[in-house]
């Protein structure tokens, strides 16, 4: 039990740290705590959204940044996906332990710094993160807030749609991840908002690589399992992992960022598809 703890508490202390080596900034990778604790802890590198491009202005009308209020300004901090003019799907991993008062949804962005009129920023009314949630595992990692008055609908900002419950995606498939996640050394959030193609790997090979119950079948894994350097970041949690219009993942978590041999891990919405309609 001592040794656990101990090893508890240095992950709680990394957290916190980037370690410079080599003239290269190294992290925490973004993992469940049975992960780390059963395999140890591993720096890698933080250089990411990684490999993708900016988007056109409403190329993805579905996605909203999740903003916390603050003294001197609103600030990013987590991606979702417009579900009604009243409710936002994204990750409880991003809502855990805040309060509906402390953050706003902003839908119809594009450039983060840059108001051109086509933003709408909304009052969340509730969090309801799904009651399975486990925060050291991230399993079940999906919440739906529930907004304080309606997006207008139209022009750039769209719903998505939902996938028919329980149905899954062939390994290799390409889909699409967005967000204004880290894009480089530093972890400074990208501007305008981008996105990735990456393909859909089986959880046979996702387990492979994360550890069998690590990887659960409510989770689906995507990205360049040979060669790394495509997949979504920090700052991109909770928003939507799509194909088509239809938004078949949640941002979730993944060995550092487009880390070779490591896809990353989303929450496979098909799963949810209950909860999601019983908010």
Same mark, same amino acid.
């Given at each position: 039990m001592a040794s656990v703890v101990t090893?508890? @508490?240095?992950?709680?202390?990394?957290v916190s740290l980037a370690v410079a080596v080599s003239g290269e900034n190294y992290v925490i990778p973004r993992l469940p705590l049975s992960f780390m604790l059963r395999r140890g802890v591993s720096l890698v590198p933080e250089s990411k959204i990684v490999g993708g491009d900016p988007v056109n202005k409403g190329d993805v009308p579905w996605q909203v940044s999740l903003q916390r209020v603050g003294s001197f300004g609103n600030s990013h901090f987590c991606g979702g996906s417009i579900l009604d003019a009243d409710t936002i799907l994204t990750a409880a991993h991003c809502t855990d332990g805040e309060t509906p008062s402390r953050i706003v949804v902003v839908a119809g962005?594009?450039?983060l710094s840059t108001e051109d009129g086509d933003e709408q920023v909304i009052e969340v009314a509730s969090i309801n993160e799904n009651p399975d949630y486990n925060s050291r595992t991230f399993e079940n990692d999906v919440c739906v807030l529930k907004l304080s008055s309606s997006i207008n609908l139209g022009g750039n900002v769209q719903a998505v749609n939902l996938p028919a419950p329980m149905s899954d995606v062939d390994a290799g498939v390409m889909v699409s991840v967005s967000g204004w996640g880290t894009t480089s050394s530093g972890g400074s959030l990208s501007d305008v908002l981008?996105?990735?193609? @990456?393909? @859909? @790997?089986?959880?046979?090979?996702?387990?492979g690589a994360y550890g069998a119950n690590d990887v659960t079948d409510s989770m689906i894994c995507a990205g360049d399992l040979d060669n790394g350097g495509v997949d979504s970041c920090q700052g991109d949690s909770g928003g939507p992992l799509y194909m088509g219009s239809t938004v078949i993942g949640i941002v979730s978590l993944g060995y550092g960022c487009a880390f070779a041999g490591y896809p990353g891990v989303y929450t496979q919405v098909s799963y949810f598809i209950d909860f999601i309609n019983s908010v």
């Open positions: 090893m508890k @508490v240095l992950i709680a202390t990394l962005d594009h450039i981008r996105s990735v193609d @990456v393909p @859909v @790997v089986s959880d046979d090979d996702c387990r």
